[in-house]
């Protein structure tokens, strides 16, 4: 472990390479985990910013590392793992200057001649049909051993996953249905390049099939969507691929993150993409710029999408860039409302100033929540987590103190029949002062008070991006 050295920015150690924890530990809590919390937290995010001779120029080109939290009996058991991807392998071989990513280019031109970015498998954890998939927007599914964290290979959920096709990291799983929904971008090239939205369903069982595709006019970065009881719901923000530049990209003068940048000018669809299978339907509105939705609805002939807005795609593109020295700000949460005569209408939701990482109550994905979960942040001190409740407009606050920082908000219900907001919030949280990474556990009803338990890890992990929780004890067992 280097040593403590003082800076500005407290979360700057946070992107000091963490090590895995390949064997199973039990974690050191203080206070007092409730007996009815049972199950398994599933997390994935960048763990491993330079390696090898690569060093990455944006977080989203560190190595996905798999957690995982066992709570059992008041106990928490841990155990890491990176996800054994082709550029985890060169960088463990010393080759990583040959691996290039979505912002940090491979050293030398000729490397990044006609290379595209390397898949980090570094951005969701989810759980279906049981499998445990380590998602990335750059890549396909890994499949993830869910007891020893062991990375099974790739998955084209044997062999239904379209190859021309990616797999965004943020499917929605249908607490009803046990079906999961998820999309790619496909790029079939001809003389020209037609880009579309592939659409998928994936039955309990596992099996995969194509429910529609999205032609676009444009190539697009589209990173999320949600899923209401008869629609699957797509806000198409004009960030969109310059051809050009991507070009440039492509013979290694520039990198493929840059190609892309938000074009207002173009206007936004929302297209509403029937469940079962029709035809899908398209609505025009102003633009608005976002990355996470956190639920979507429909009420009455209207369908509602909560998303956390952003003024600027520079926060994205320049300002983390700069992780190392400091997060910037994020954005603020809106309430959007789609017509049943296509009008669109726009709210702002509550005084948050900069939250990200939206979360609700997953029983009700696809249909109408009270409650919605945020991390807030304010770079250069601390963090906190926030509780928004869409009946009354009132905010409550977790306040952590200087130099804590908690990732996405986890909500775990005290049983499969407990009412919205009766249950925990699992939250990861970075503490700069004693330079490790804590599992904090809230109650979700009273967030405003001190946690209810804090188990410690022995290192330091980044505390995001992505996570799921089951409620299945996961057994341990030796790495392999």
Known sequence: MSPVTETRNPLARAFEPAVECPEEVE????????????????????????????????????????????????????????????????????????????????????????????DNANTHAVVHADRLLALSDVGRPWEIDPVDLSTEGPCDFDGTLSRLSRFSPHPKIDPVTGELFNFGLDLAVGRTISPSLRCYRVDPAGRARTLGVIALDDVIVQHDFAITEHFLVFALAPITVDPVRAGLAMLGRGTHGDAAAYRPERGMRIVLVPRDGGRHRIIECEPFLYVHIDNAYEDGDDVVLDVVRHDSLEFLTGALKKFRDGLPAVGRPVRVRITRTGRVEREELGEFTSVEFPMHDERRTGRAHRFSYFAAYHPESAG?????????????????????????????????????????????????????????????????????????????????????????????????
């Open 27 to 118: 974690l050191a809590v203080t206070g007092t985990i409730p007996h009815e919390l049972r199950g398994t937290l599933y997390r994935n995010g960048p763990a491993r910013f330079e390696a090898g001779g690569f060093r990455a120029e944006h977080p989203f080109d560190g190595d996905g590392l798999v957690t995982k939290f066992v709570i059992d009996a008041g106990t928490v058991r841990f155990r890491s793992r990176y996800v054994r991807t082709p550029k985890f392998r060169a960088e463990e071989r010393n080759r990583g200057g040959g691996v290039r990513g979505l912002y940090s280019q491979a050293a030398g031109l000729r490397a990044n001649l006609g290379r595209p970015p390397a």
């Open 384 to 480: 906190a987590i926030v509780k928004f409740d869409h009946h009354t407009g009132g905010e409550h606050r977790h306040e952590f103190t200087a130099g804590e920082f908690p990732g996405e908000p986890v909500f775990v219900p005290r049983s499969a029949t407990a009412a919205e907001d009766d249950g925990w919030i699992l939250a990861l949280t970075y503490l700069a002062a004693e330079h490790r990474t804590a599992l904090i556990i809230l109650d979700a009803k009273d967030i405003e008070r001190a946690p209810l338990a804090i188990a410690r890890l022995h290192g330091h992990v980044f505390p995001g991006f992505h996570g799921s929780f089951t409620d299945r004890v996961a057994p341990g067992g030796a790495a392999r």
